[in-house]
C-alpha cells in the first residue's frame, strides 16, 4: 500500500470537485479525504495500490466537467492506517 497527498489549484471549490473525487477513488478502491483549504485548493489524501493512485492522479489533472484545474501539486505522505474508507470535508 501506498499514500499520496494532492494539493489541487484552480476552480476547483463549488464544482462538485471533493465529491467527483470521492467517487473516483471509491471506484479505484482507495482510501482517505479530499477537503477544502482556506487558500482555494483542495487537498487530497489518497491511500491504497499504487496504480489506482496513479489514475487518480490523471484524473485530478482535469477533475469534473465544471471544474478548471490549474495545478497539482503532489507528495508522498504516511499511509494513514486509521482510515477505512474516503471521506469528504
Known amino acids: 500500500m501506498r499514500a499520496a497527498r ?25 482510501r482517505g479525504h479530499a ?12 491511500a491504497g495500490d499504487a496504480a489506482a ?3 487518480l492522479a490523471q484524473w485530478l489533472r482535469h477533475g469534473p466537467p465544471m471544474a478548471e484545474v490549474m495545478s497539482v501539486e503532489r507528495s508522498d505522505v504516511d499511509e494513514p ?9
Open 6 to 30: 494532492f494539493l489541487v489549484g484552480g476552480k476547483v471549490q463549488g464544482v462538485f470537485f471533493r465529491a467527483s473525487t470521492r467517487e473516483q477513488a471509491l471506484r479505484l478502491g482507495l
Open 81 to 89: 492506517g486509521d482510515i477505512a474508507s474516503f471521506s469528504i470535508g
Open 53 to 55: 493512485i496513479e489514475t
Open 35 to 46: 477537503r477544502n483549504l482556506h487558500d482555494g485548493r483542495v487537498e487530497v489524501v489518497a
